[in-house]
């Protein structure tokens, strides 16, 4: 069986200077995470701020080397601390991160962001690039005249798509997305993640997907996988895990996760009066 990705005790070491009255010391942010993703699948990595998830979807994405451990992209390993990688390789993996705005220059035009890749990637020509840039804005839901307009002119949420149309420009084999969704009103987050699952059904992507947020996680994961502290406590398909989660820690996090189905507070309701009236 081929896997897109693969990782085995990967770790990530900060190096902390001392100060007047300490002493150095090493803060290891990853703990030896190992796990594999096949091909259209996602792995959903979970865990509260701080846990080492957004450190380890860093590390995935070749942005930041890693400390130890083994990293494979499509079968090859990748250690960007001891060789850079070939422009190939950095196109198969592509980041979309929280904040869309951020991650955007407000001083180009969105159809310049699209082709930005396109242009130090490729030898496309100029028109070539155009015409992909615009089906790409017509794949995320955008219409041809947001082209030339630029990012503070957008909605978070399309912001948001902008930002995943760009990360699709190099027809990557793997997205890694950073609490994608996070900072958009709840109505949004549902078009955005029925935007992601679609184009990973017709693009056969395959999803590493960071986030605190569970709901979300039971939408749109395969397989989870718990951080705490920097480590793995648990790890096994979306079914298995919310069925009969295993480690107290993410027992914990289910147990803080607001239920919001309607018969639920439904219930509740009922309980409370039922309880004022014995009172």
């Known amino acids: 069986m081929s896997y897109v990705l693969e990782g085995e005790g990967l770790t990530q070491d900060y190096h902390i200077p001392g100060g007047l009255f300490g002493k150095a010391r090493v803060l290891r942010a990853v703990k030896g995470a190992s796990f594999r993703l096949e091909k259209g699948r996602t792995l959903a990595i979970v865990g509260e701020s701080g846990s080492g998830k957004s450190t380890l979807a860093r590390i995935i994405a070749l942005i930041d080397r890693q400390s130890g451990g083994t990293l494979k992209i499509t079968g090859e390993t990748v250690d960007i601390g001891r060789h850079r990688p070939k422009p190939s390789l950095r196109s198969k993996v592509q980041m979309v991160f929280q904040n869309p705005y951020g991650s955007l220059n407000p001083r180009q035009k969105v159809g ?117 502290k920097g480590e793995v406590v648990e790890q096994g398909s979306r079914e298995a895990v919310f069925a009969d989660p295993q480690h107290a820690y993410t027992r914990q996090l289910f147990a803080a996760t607001p239920i919001t189905d309607v018969e639920a507070i439904r219930a509740r309701v009922a309980r409370r009066k039922a309880l004022l009236a014995g009172a």
């Open 112 to 228: 310049d962001v699209l082709m930005e890749p396109l242009l130090l990637n490729t030898d496309l020509p100029a028109p070539e690039r155009r015409a992909r840039a615009e089906a790409m804005l017509a794949k995320v839901g955008l219409a041809p005249e947001h082209f030339n307009r630029y990012p503070h002119m957008f909605s978070g949420g399309q912001r948001q798509r902008i930002a995943i149309a760009r990360a699709l420009m190099l027809n990557p084999a793997l997205l890694v997305l950073d609490e994608p969704v996070s900072a958009l009103d709840l109505s949004v987050q549902a078009q955005v993640l029925n935007l992601l699952a679609d184009l990973q059904q017709e693009f056969g992507l395959t999803y590493v997907f960071i986030s605190h947020d569970l709901s979300v996680v039971r939408y749109i994961a395969d397989e989870v996988m718990v951080m705490n």
